[in-house]
C-alpha cells in the first residue's frame, strides 16, 4: 500500500472550513484513498474515500488532484466536536480490507 | 443499540496471566478485526475473520489467538501476558466478504476499545 504524508498538527476555528492535506505521490492505478478520524478515547470513524473523482457526504469533502498524489479532506464548518486525529490511509482493492493507519492529523477547533 | 461492543472496557492483570477480550457487532457483518493501538498511538491491524475464517494475521506472537464461534463475535485471548502487551486494543467490523477484485472495500466500524494494563 502506498505511504501517506500528512502534517502533525493543525489548528481551525470553529465554524470554519478545515483543510486537511494528504500527499500519497506513491499511489498505484487501483488504490484508493480513505479518510477516518479518531476522537480522543474512541475507536477510529469512517469519514469518507474516494479513487480519483471529489466526493461529498454528510461528513465532509474529499478532493483528489488530477495526477491523484495528494488529496485534501474538508469538514466544511468546523465544530468543538471535530477535534480529533484524522488519518489518510491508501489502499488498494481487495488485500483483505487491511487498514494501515500513519500517525495521521491532530486537528484542533477551537473557539 | 451499540454496533460493535467490546468487553472489558478496562482490563488491569500482572505479567503471566491469561485473558480474554470479547467483541460482538449487531450490524450483520462477515468481516471481523482486532487492532492494537500502543503507548505512542500507533494503531495496526492484528487479525481479521471472515465468517469465522482467518484471512489477516499480522506477525501477532502465537500467545494471542483471535476466536470466532459465530461471525457475530470475535474474541482475543492472550496467553502469558507480557509488559508490553499493554495497549488500547479495538475491534472492528464490516460488511461482506474481503473484495479480490474491483470496488473499495467496506468501510469499518470500530467499536469502543479495551484499555488493557500489564502490571
Known amino acids: 500500500d502506498a505511504k501517506t504524508t500528512q502534517p502533525t498538527s493543525m489548528d481551525c476555528a470553529e465554524g470554519r472550513a478545515a483543510n486537511l492535506p494528504c500527499n500519497h505521490s506513491?499511489?498505484?492505478?487501483?488504490?484508493?484513498v480513505y479518510w477516518y478520524r479518531q476522537i480522543h478515547s474512541q475507536g477510529p470513524q469512517y469519514i469518507i474515500h474516494?479513487?480519483?473523482n471529489n466526493e461529498t457526504n454528510e461528513m465532509a469533502s474529499l478532493i483528489i488532484t488530477e495526477d491523484r498524489k495528494s488529496s485534501t479532506l474538508i469538514l466544511p464548518h468546523a465544530t468543538l466536536r471535530d477535534t480529533a486525529v484524522y488519518y489518510c490511509?491508501?489502499?488498494?482493492?481487495?488485500?483483505?480490507?487491511?487498514?494501515?493507519f500513519g500517525t495521521g492529523t491532530q486537528l484542533k477547533v477551537e473557539l | 443499540d451499540t454496533a460493535v461492543s467490546q468487553t472489558p472496557k478496562y482490563l488491569v492483570t500482572q505479567m503471566g496471566n491469561d485473558k480474554s477480550i470479547k467483541c460482538e457487532q449487531n450490524l450483520g457483518h462477515d468481516t471481523m478485526y482486532w487492532y492494537k493501538q500502543d503507548s505512542k498511538k500507533f494503531l495496526k491491524i492484528m487479525f481479521s475473520?471472515?465468517?469465522?475464517?482467518?484471512?489477516i494475521n499480522e506477525t501477532v506472537p502465537n500467545r494471542f489467538s483471535p476466536k470466532s464461534p459465530d461471525k457475530a463475535h470475535l474474541n482475543l485471548h492472550i496467553n502469558s501476558l507480557e509488559l508490553g502487551d499493554s495497549a488500547v486494543y479495538f475491534c472492528?467490523?464490516?460488511?461482506?466478504?474481503?473484495?479480490?477484485?474491483?470496488?473499495?472495500?467496506?468501510?469499518?466500524?470500530f467499536g469502543p476499545g479495551t484499555r488493557l494494563t500489564v502490571l
Open positions: 490511509i491508501v489502499t488498494r482493492r481487495g488485500g483483505g480490507n487491511k487498514l494501515t
Open positions: 475473520y471472515n465468517n469465522k475464517e482467518l484471512i
Open positions: 472492528a467490523s464490516s460488511q461482506g466478504p474481503p473484495s479480490l477484485a474491483g470496488g473499495p472495500y467496506n468501510e469499518q466500524f
Open positions: 474516494g479513487l480519483k
Open positions: 506513491t499511489i498505484s492505478g487501483n488504490e484508493y
